[in-house]
């Protein structure tokens, strides 16, 4: 097996026939590269659904699969022979892309479902852990499964580049002195044309649809490679046999993928999975629990894996949120609610009868799911859904912007709208993208909505879990021009958790609970002296406010916080712990 070199062979072509070589090559090149940049994006994207702190494992994963692309560069030299090489480097490609998915949702399931089931067979205590041995190994290759795949994908992809621009060299029979640029123009073309698939299409499919399609891309490829070039190629047997082995398996698990792929995901999840869909911006998963006979049945959504409220508690959560911003604010005309796509906190708004409640979400198809308009949801589950949230997406009192609240509140601002009150019910600020809309400039566009007599109330996340975020959140509305006050209460399915009220001018909102009326309330879970109670705090719990800063727009300031807290310091709440512990 000697080296190839560009003197072994001189090519007997015309002009015309080496200009149609290279447009072969260079689509070739672009078309892999597409396929690169949609493997990179579906292992990180993946790999932060299954292992959750989803930012942080994205950012890594991008990382890795970028050095992994590099060493692979730098490893293509030592292929002797690039034409056969390429071959067999597409189908290696095709073959980890097509079952990569599936290795990595078999051993995330079992490492979260093989405890619970020895528990049930040896019939042990909850409080017997089984996460030794066998167990704990499990765990620890499922952390790292998604990186290992995604390292060798990305190995691999590096040395496409290297082989195709010897490949070019070899047909022309000479040095080509444009031949790198020629390439990676192809690369960048390509991987941008694949970054808009990923966002048009890929987003909207299920996970093993993609990984299954962009492998059979590279197989296609490689058949196409191996039918130009087949002169060039020894074995040609085997690589005929070892690509019709490949698109045979990926046949198999296009036919039954899909389907244990959601199979093995729902093992993750305690309940029973009814309905599940990936929209454009995040997977929302719909479980059901039947606790016994008489008794209502628990419905709770996860988005990406994350509880987002169950229906045996969410009464409690979404009343704080709304009642004592509604009772501090002077009339209840025209509400304004940012986030809040399951129209939960809209059924209780609805309460007070407003005139018209307008709602900013960016997730349209969150929004269609729980109004019932999810043609692909199952009819029992969208009865279920329209059912807790009162129906409340098609009263026709309510006005649905679907959009960036970012970008949104903006062009209220500019139209000159205001409302009566604002109810912030947004995610945590676990993600860089969501921490803008809980900085100090978003809430100084609110303050241009509200009504002078108005408040508003922010969801704040857990003051226990996360402290320092959530004196932030309180902070930087404050510095908005608020005049701001924080409350809490314990919401059994997350624990303890926060809110932030405010006020614009008068007085602060807890004087004007106090001073209220409880009799025009509507009835629900709150009553006057539990919303009163929950502005009391331990004695100690604000001693390191001023040593916590604003979330400024750009400073990720609470992102950070908020991460410290979950991924640094796993949600621990250090009681009694002096200032400066805190802070830490």
């Given at each position: ?10 090519p ?8 149609v ?10 078309t ?7 493997y ?16 942080s494992?994205?950012?890594?994963m ?10 692979g560069?730098f ?5 002797k ?13 095709g073959?980890?892309?097509a ?5 990595i949702?078999v051993?995330?399931?079992l ?10 067979i040896y ?5 017997i852990?089984?996460?030794g041995?066998?167990?704990r ?17 990305g ?19 000479q ?9 990676y123009?192809?690369?960048?073309v ?18 093993v649809t ?18 130009r070039?087949?002169h ?7 690589l005929w ?10 046949a198999v698990l ?13 093992a ?7 309905y599940s ?10 479980t059901?629990r039947?606790?016994g ?9 996860y ?7 169950s ?14 911003v509604?009772a ?6 025209d ?15 609805l ?21 019932g ?24 009192r ?18 000159g ?9 947004l ?7 969501i921490n ?12 241009e909505l ?7 109330a922010?969801?704040s996340?857990s003051?226990?879990?996360t ?7 309180g902070?930087?509305?404050?510095e ?17 958790w926060?809110w932030?009220?405010?006020t614009?001018m008068g007085?602060?909102?807890l ?23 929950a502005?009391?705090?331990?004695p100690?719990?604000?001693?390191n406010k ?39």
């Amino acid at each position: 097996m000697g080296v190839e070199t560009a003197l072994d062979f001189q090519p007997k072509q015309t002009r015309r026939g080496l200009l149609v070589e290279d447009i072969f090559l260079i689509l070739m090149m672009g078309t892999l590269a597409a396929c690169g940049i949609i493997y990179e994006y579906l292992m990180a994207h993946y790999a932060g659904r299954v292992l959750g702190s989803l930012e942080s494992t994205i950012y890594a994963m991008i990382g890795l699969m970028i050095v992994a692309m590099g060493v692979g560069a730098f490893l293509a030299k030592w292929i002797k022979r690039p034409f056969i090489g390429f071959v067999w480097l597409e189908l290696a490609i095709g073959l980890v892309g097509a079952t990569s998915v599936l290795v990595i949702s078999v051993s995330v399931s079992l490492a979260f479902s093989l405890p619970a089931y020895l528990q049930e067979i040896y019939g042990l205590h909850p409080s017997i852990t089984t996460n030794g041995g066998v167990v704990r190994s499990l765990s620890s290759f499922a952390k790292v499964a998604p990186f290992v795949a995604g390292g060798l994908l990305g190995l691999m992809i590096g040395m496409e580049i290297p082989l195709i621009a010897r490949i070019r060299e070899h047909l022309h029979g000479q040095h080509l002195q444009n031949n790198v640029g020629t390439i990676y123009g192809a690369d960048y073309v390509g991987a941008g044309i694949g970054a808009a698939i990923w966002v048009l299409i890929c987003l909207q499919l299920p996970i093993v649809t993609v990984a299954l399609t962009t492998a059979l891309v590279n197989v296609l490829v490689g058949v196409g490679f191996l039918i130009r070039y087949r002169h060039q190629l020894t074995g040609r047997v085997r690589l005929w046999v070892a690509h019709g082995l490949l698109l045979l398996l990926i046949a198999v698990l296009a036919a039954g993928g899909v389907s244990s792929i959601e199979n093995l995901r729902s093992a993750l999840f305690k309940d029973q999975v009814v309905y599940s869909k990936n929209t454009p911006y995040q997977n929302l998963t719909v479980t059901e629990r039947l606790i016994g006979k008489g008794l209502p049945k628990v419905t709770s959504l996860y988005i990406n894996g994350r509880l987002q409220f169950s229906s045996s508690d969410e009464l409690i959560y979404h009343s704080y949120l709304t009642y004592p911003v509604l009772a501090a604010s002077a009339r209840h005309d025209d509400l304004l609610v940012i986030g809040g796509g399951d129209g939960l906190a809209l059924r209780e708004l609805l309460r007070w009868n407003p005139r018209s409640v307008t709602l900013i979400d960016l997730d349209e198809g969150m929004v269609d799911l729980f109004a019932g308009k999810d043609l692909e949801a199952p009819q029992r589950v969208s009865e279920r859904l329209t059912e807790l949230n009162g129906n409340a997406f098609n009263d026709p009192r309510v006005a649905l912007i679907a959009g960036d609240a970012f970008v949104e509140v903006e062009k209220l601002v500019s139209s000159g709208r205001h409302f009566d009150a604002i109810i912030v019910d947004l995610p945590d600020p676990s993600h860089p993208d969501i921490n803008k809309v809980y900085s100090d400039f978003f809430y100084a566009r609110l303050r241009e909505l509200l009504s002078g007599d108005g408040a508003i109330a922010v969801q704040s996340t857990s003051p226990f879990h996360t402290r320092n975020a959530f004196i932030s959140i309180g902070k930087t509305l404050a510095e908005a021009g608020f005049i701001t006050e924080q409350y809490h209460a314990n919401v059994p399915t997350f624990g303890e958790w926060g809110w932030t009220i405010g006020t614009v001018m008068g007085s602060p909102a807890l004087a004007r609970l106090a001073q209220g009326d409880e009799a025009s309330w509507p009835t629900g879970w709150l009553s006057k002296q539990q919303m009163l109670a929950a502005f009391v705090f331990a004695p100690n719990f604000f001693d390191n406010k001023s040593a916590i800063k604003i979330n400024q727009l750009g400073s990720h300031t609470l992102y950070q916080y908020h991460q410290k807290a979950w991924v640094e310091q796993d949600g621990v709440f250090f009681a009694g712990g002096s200032a400066a512990e805190v802070a830490q």
